[in-house]
């Protein structure tokens, strides 16, 4: 069945620093990947998406690429701060069907 | 900025008992949905609801739970007799659009707790 595969469990690094976060799917067919980040207690919250399309999308420090031929996606975040601490999941649909999600990334920014 | 809004914030619940969930999606929204997080996993999808019905469900939602949205404004999850595995954060959702054309908006959650 569809799946979504999402690298690292935990990252862990020191403010300043990049983050990458990885994503594979298996159905071909998908054609948008939303990221979502989630802060304790609360929500997700869309931060950014890419349809297939287009195999980069950036927003300020934020950034996602899409590779169609090899079914993966990132989510590259640039000199990480405190408050990007939080667990950030990725997700995939195939047009007007339910999201599939990753199982998360929780991000530890290191002072 | 409009936002879902979810209530209890908190439920206790006796195993056996029926608990309402409550949702106030955002106004102009068409689509609704449940989905449930199990302490540190991942966010599960439960069902989406669009045009008085129910659009997807998962394996998820059985018998056990159902969804009303009984005046317009409100969208509710009924879990009937519970069992001590419901124990989760429920979340509701809601788009303008089908999932796979933009944002959903996630309320703060509903934690439950089935002892």
């Known amino acids: 069945g569809e799946n979504v595969e999402q690298h690292p469990s935990t990252l862990s690094v020191q403010e300043g620093d990049s983050a990458v976060i990885k994503c594979t799917y298996s159905?071909?067919?998908?054609?948008?990947f939303p990221w979502y980040k989630q802060e304790l207690g609360k929500g997700p919250q869309l931060i950014i998406d890419?349809?297939?399309n287009v195999g980069e999308k950036k927003d300020q420090r934020i950034a996602v690429t899409l590779n169609k031929t090899a079914k993966h996606f990132s989510l590259h975040i640039t000199e990480t701060q405190p408050e990007d601490s939080a667990v950030y999941f990725c997700a995939e649909t195939s047009g007007n069907y339910q999201l599939i999600w990753g199982a998360g990334t929780k991000l530890i920014i290191k002072p | 900025e409009p936002e879902v809004t979810q209530t209890p914030s908190h439920q206790v619940t006796q195993m056996g008992q029926e608990v309402i969930l409550r949702c106030v999606p955002i106004?102009?929204?068409?689509?609704f949905y449940w989905y449930r997080q199990i302490l540190g996993q991942k966010v599960e999808f439960l069902v989406s609801f669009y045009n008085n019905e129910i659009s997807e469900k998962s394996e998820i939602f059985d018998d056990q739970f159902s969804v009303e949205r009984p005046d317009g404004s409100n969208f509710t999850l009924k879990i009937r007799s519970t069992k001590l595995e419901d124990s989760a954060m429920y979340f509701c959702?809601?788009?303008?659009?089908?999932?796979?054309?933009?944002?959903?908006?996630f309320g703060e959650g509903s934690r439950l707790t089935v002892l």
């Open positions: 890419i349809r297939s």
């Open positions: 959702a809601s788009s303008a659009g089908p999932p796979g054309t933009g944002e959903l908006f």
């Open positions: 106004s102009n929204h068409l689509y």
């Open positions: 159905d071909s067919a998908s054609n948008y």
